[in-house]
């Protein structure tokens, strides 16, 4: 009768942690920070220390706090971006592809509420540079995106023809930024806004079919 030799199994290594860059983590840090405190009550200092780095580096990156929250939101306008382009897809119709840009803002905005916040509280400071406006390259895709869309809409004469695009993308956009700003305002300091995403989306939809030949949407 022979003795056989049980060899244990190796325990499986566990899962490494994905390596996220200074850069990165500077980044989440910051935004998370800005979401809880404030733009104003939080420094670089204390950005650095809870990324675990130095304020020489965050500069290195992002040249300042303001660089810093400029880059929040370029990331978060790109994302958006991306989450509409794929919302589009398969879609012919200009008013289709309008509420898919929408549907995704919406659904972007609910999934990253540090975001949200930032964009409808602090989301003006950053175009200020002295006398100047300064917008930032994932916000300007957004806007392109949205205008392509307008236009192809004008083209098509589902538009009123006394309207410009960038008129009614602007006032669509307006719009959007000033329910949800107000919903925020409502959760969080009881301010009357008293309405829910899906009544917001219908006074959107009610808005631009004043701009078409035919309700849109």
């Known amino acids: 009768m ?4 049980v060899v244990p199994r190796a325990s499986p290594e ?5 390596v996220v860059s200074t850069h990165e983590r500077i980044l989440r840090v910051a935004k998370t920070l800005f979401a809880n405190r404030g733009y104003e009550h939080t ?3 204390a950005i650095a220390r809870q990324a675990g780095t130095s304020e020489s580096q965050l500069m290195k990156h992002f040249g300042s706090k303001a660089g810093l929250l400029e880059a ?3 990331e978060g306008w790109i994302q958006i971006t991306e989450q509409a382009r794929a919302g589009m897809v398969g879609l ?3 008013p289709d592809k309008l509420q898919a840009i929408t549907r995704s803002v919406l659904e972007r905005l609910e999934h990253d509420p540090e975001l949200k916040l930032l964009l409808l509280l602090e989301g003006r400071r950053i175009r200020k540079e002295g006398q100047m406006v300064s917008l930032t390259e994932g916000f300007l895709s ?3 995106l949205l205008d392509g869309v307008l236009k192809e809409m004008s083209d098509q004469h589902i538009l009123r023809a006394n309207l410009s695009p960038q008129a009614v993308r602007s006032a669509l956009m307006g719009m959007l930024e000033g329910m949800l700003r107000d919903r925020f305002l409502g959760d969080r ?3 009357p806004a008293h309405f829910d995403m899906g009544q ?3 006074i959107l939809a009610l808005a631009l079919s004043s701009f078409t030949q035919s309700p849109a949407i």
């Open 2 to 5: 022979y003795n056989h030799l």
């Open 14 to 18: 566990p899962a490494k942690a994905p």
């Open 43 to 45: 420094s670089t200092s």
């Open 72 to 74: 929040i939101f370029t």
């Open 92 to 94: 012919t119709l200009p």
């Open 142 to 144: 957004f806007v392109g």
């Open 189 to 191: 300091l009881g301010f």
């Open 200 to 202: 917001l989306q219908e």
